[in-house]
Nanobody
């Protein structure tokens, strides 16, 4: 059963931008903090960004701070990851996830109960 629909991935050149979207049901969105993680080939899944349930708090991994932004549209049950100034090291499968820690901006994957299937982002040199 698909709980999240992620879109926006693709193949781009260094310096380009992409906007990832993640759509889910109201049941899996209201009251949940949302996060984005990524996993590159041969590497562990890593935190990218998170946003609290209200959208008032955000957090980013140091490697993307200043380049990526996260936002959510609570009316549409969607979360977005705007990625600018992309680098080859951003190449990975990107996952959106929902955490019951809705007042916070969790950064650990173990704090997320629900996961999307991922969307591929490839950045060429």
């Amino acid at each position: 059963q698909v709980q999240f629909v992620e879109s926006g991935g693709g193949l781009v050149q260094t310096g380009s931008s992409l906007r990832l979207s993640c759509s889910t049901s109201k049941l899996l969105f209201d009251g949940y903090a949302m996060g984005w993680f990524r996993q590159a080939p041969g590497k562990e899944r890593e935190f990218v960004a998170s946003i609290s349930g209200s959208g008032g708090l955000v957090d980013f991994a140091g490697s993307v701070k200043g380049r990526f932004t996260i936002s959510r549209d609570n009316a549409k049950n969607m979360v977005f990851l705007q990625m600018n100034s992309l680098k080859p090291e951003d190449t990975a499968v990107y996952y959106c996830a929902a955490s019951g820690m809705w007042r916070e901006t969790p950064t650990r994957s173990v704090d997320y109960e629900h996961w999307g299937q991922g969307t591929q982002v490839t950045v060429s040199p």
